[in-house]
């Protein structure tokens, strides 16, 4: 890495080292922090993660086309974990860094060559307008306030960057009602009875469900919470409903198809499961204006 992440502190902000991040205090240490410190500090558990997770093709193609190349840009992944997105698209940043509250996905997320710091994403440490491009991906619904932790992530980018979200449940596709409501809550026992993805034991299933706060009936983001949030800020923003199947084309207006289990839920609602509203995430693509406005 050319530059460090000392250039970019706050003034008053005073990290420690550990040997694998820098670690920031947390004044205000909720359940739901707690529960992501847990669970993706857990080996295991994060190596799944890493392994699994945000790693497909369509992804990569996805992102590429949302971002162009971060090849000696100033890059923050916030809520980064394990470092999935550089495991999957790669390049040369200029500077990588990686902000997370678990010191075992923080120690991985660094030695693929994220620059890694421990930090609350409600206050981080950082200058205002520095980077190039600001990531969150499937972090905002691991967060208590989704609008406090989006204004500071667009603190952060420069006139003429770029804030990419993605991977979040659309909360009009997850807002399940009636049977389809019954049925989602059902599939955790069957889940578990089977060892489906991460609801291998009790133990995981528990700090699973406990760290994804708004990945549930009557949660998750909205186009309101982004253009809310971000446009007041300077940013142009563009949201992209998308079913995780789609690659680029998603940024065309292609949302895919879910799963079947997806679309009988949304049918169940009482929702067409074609629609934009019934698209399991709303990917956002959010160019900050290239000169800064006074508030």
Not at 131 to 156: C, P, Q, S, W, Y
Not at 254 to 267: C, E, F, Q, S, T
Request: net charge positive; aromatic share 10%.
């Amino acid at each position: 890495m050319e530059i460090v992440i000392d250039n970019f502190i706050k003034p008053g902000y005073i990290g420690r080292q550990k040997s694998n991040y820098l670690e920031f205090p947390i004044k205000q240490v909720t359940e739901g922090l707690k529960a992501n410190a847990y669970y993706f500090d857990h080996n295991e558990w994060a190596e799944e993660y890493l392994t699994y997770c945000h790693r497909s093709d369509t992804f990569r193609s996805r992102w590429n086309a949302a971002m162009g190349s971060w090849n000696d840009k100033v890059v923050v992944d916030i809520g980064c974990g394990p470092g999935n997105i550089y495991a999957t698209l790669q390049g040369k940043p200029k500077l990588l860094i990686g902000i997370d509250v678990a010191p075992r996905s923080l120690q991985l997320a660094s030695k693929m060559g994220y620059s890694t710091v421990l930090a609350d994403a409600n206050d981080l440490p950082f200058q205002s307008g520095f980077a190039d491009i600001v990531t969150l991906n499937a972090t905002l619904h691991h967060t208590v306030d989704m609008a406090t932790v989006l204004k500071e992530a667009g603190r952060l980018v420069k006139p003429g960057g770029v804030l990419i979200t993605d991977h979040d449940p659309q909360h009009s596709s997850w807002n399940y009602k009636g049977i389809a409501k019954i049925l989602w809550n059902a599939r955790l026992l069957y889940y578990r009875y089977i060892g489906h993805g991460f609801h291998k034991t009790s133990e995981q299933q528990k700090w699973g469900l406990a760290c994804e706060i708004h990945h549930k009936p009557g949660h998750g983001v909205t186009k309101e919470l982004f253009n809310s949030t971000l446009k007041p800020l300077g940013f142009d923003v563009q949201i992209f409903p998308h079913n995780h199947t789609v690659g680029a084309d998603a940024l065309n207006g292609i949302k895919g198809k879910a799963d079947l289990k997806y679309r009988l839920g949304n049918l169940l609602s009482g929702r067409n499961p074609s629609s934009s509203k019934s698209a399991l995430t709303l990917m956002c693509v959010a160019k900050k204006k290239g000169l800064l406005t006074e508030a």
